[in-house]
């Protein structure tokens, strides 16, 4: 066939309706996206709560009709498990790269775990979103790859020490005693090194830095060295397991702070109330999600996830639905699923309605760090958190001090 044939031919074909010219000779029918998370050993709770989120978003999104400039191709995840391990994290990240080829990667729950998985994807020149880490240090080592949608460290805690200074202070011109229990990994250090500065700026005393290893076996003695400090309030920082063994051991020692502060969503989830019973109750927690957040948006959300999963959503279930979604919208700025278009995208992305504002607008710095991030104090009060501080957004006013 002569190049006017095969031209009539591809007139015609147009004409019919048999080709379009938009979308060329063929069409994409899916986009992969690989996700890590632990979906088994001890921060498996975590992982499983993030892959719920994303799974939901991801439905609600093909249900809707897939990724519109991509001629409604819909979003497929591919898994993979990390369980704890940062060498997982490396391996399992370039498993899903070779096996699925996908358009970008998301995870991986950890921030120590995030730190490998991010210098996997650049090396791959594959855009990596982080769905939960929040070690500043991820996105400040000049990657071009890594984009953050969820707030870091420093964001969340800064609600927390505006909670302290105007609440519990309570005018006092003597310094208020603060005591640190963290642990000794990439999640919990930079809380670590926040508190010390703020406390510095503030004019409080540190009484007690206490670091553990995650996983440990017992927290007796680290309890017993800061009860012995009687501070007014004790931040804390660690997944599930640890804090619920620190709040049992809390328990058992019988210590009594005026507030005790945890960073993350650990002491907001059911595992931790059922735990502790009445022992979880007054614990705050600053995250940037709660159930009781007024946007209607995310009282859907709620009621479809304790509808499907038999229990209300915390935090990391959030940011995998976040996630899905500021995902969808990097791919309809893309129209593409080559990876470059894909990176360039995600520098253009501002979400200010919908479910991916969930927790606020979504917009990246050119670091690749979430533009806006936004933090909230919660409290466990009648079994359940609830939005304390700021004021704006508060559904309750909060219970300070905790009562004995």
């Known amino acids: 066939m002569g190049k006017l044939g095969f031209a009539i031919l591809l007139a ?77 994290a490396a391996s399992e ?13 998301a995870g991986c729950m950890a921030s120590s775990l995030t730190m490998v998985a991010t210098q996997i994807a650049e090396k791959n020149r594959v855009p990596f979103l982080v769905d939960n880490a929040t070690a500043p240090g991820i996105t400040k080592r000049g990657f071009k790859y890594t984009f953050r949608c ?9 609600t927390a020490f505006d909670f302290v200074e105007k609440v519990a202070q309570e005018g006092k011109k003597k310094p208020i005693k603060v005591a640190m229990i963290y642990e000794d990994t990439d999640y919990g ?53 640890d804090i619920i063994l620190l709040g049992r051991t809390i328990q058992s020692q019988k210590f009594q702070p005026k507030a005790i502060i945890h960073f993350g969503g ?50 990391n279930a959030h940011n995998g639905y976040i996630a899905a979604y500021v995902a969808k919208e990097v791919l309809e700025l893309a129209a593409s699923a080559d990876r470059e278009k894909v990176r360039d995208a995600f520098t253009r992305v501002h979400i200010t309605d919908g479910p991916g504002a969930g927790e606020g607008q979504i917009k990246f710095d050119p670091d690749g760090e979430l533009s806006n991030p936004q933090g909230i104090l919660t409290q466990n009060l009648g079994g359940k958190p609830v939005t304390v501080w700021p004021p704006d957004v508060a559904a309750s006013k909060a219970v300070y001090p905790m009562p004995k």
């Open 93 to 105: 990240i370039e498993r899903l790269i070779k096996e699925y080829n996908p358009v970008m990667v």
């Open 189 to 241: 250090i930079p809380y670590g090194e926040e508190i010390k500065k703020v406390a510095k700026n503030y004019n409080w005393e540190i009484v007690a830095d206490e670091r553990f290893p995650s996983g440990t076996a017992d927290l007796t003695l680290t309890v017993n060295k800061v009860k012995l400090r009687n501070p007014d309030v004790v931040f804390c920082v660690g997944y599930i397991n």
């Open 266 to 315: 650990a002491s907001s989830m059911p595992d931790f109330m059922k735990a502790l019973g009445k022992g979880a109750e007054y614990w705050y927690t600053g995250v940037a999600f709660a159930v009781d957040m007024k946007n209607p948006y995310n009282q859907k959300f709620v009621e479809k996830y304790n509808s499907r999963f038999k229990e209300l959503p915390n935090e």
């Open 150 to 158: 969820t707030q870091h460290s420093i964001a969340c805690a800064t």
């Open 12 to 88: 015609s074909l147009v004409g019919l309706g048999i080709l379009r010219p938009d979308i060329g000779w063929t069409q994409t029918k899916e986009v992969v996206i690989g996700v890590a998370h632990p979906l088994s050993g001890p921060s498996a709770r975590f992982g499983i709560v993030l892959k719920n989120g994303w799974e939901m978003g991801v439905e609600e999104i093909n249900a809707a009709g897939g990724i519109k400039s991509l001629g409604g191709a819909k979003m497929k995840l591919a898994f993979g498990d990390v369980v704890n391990k940062p060498d997982l």
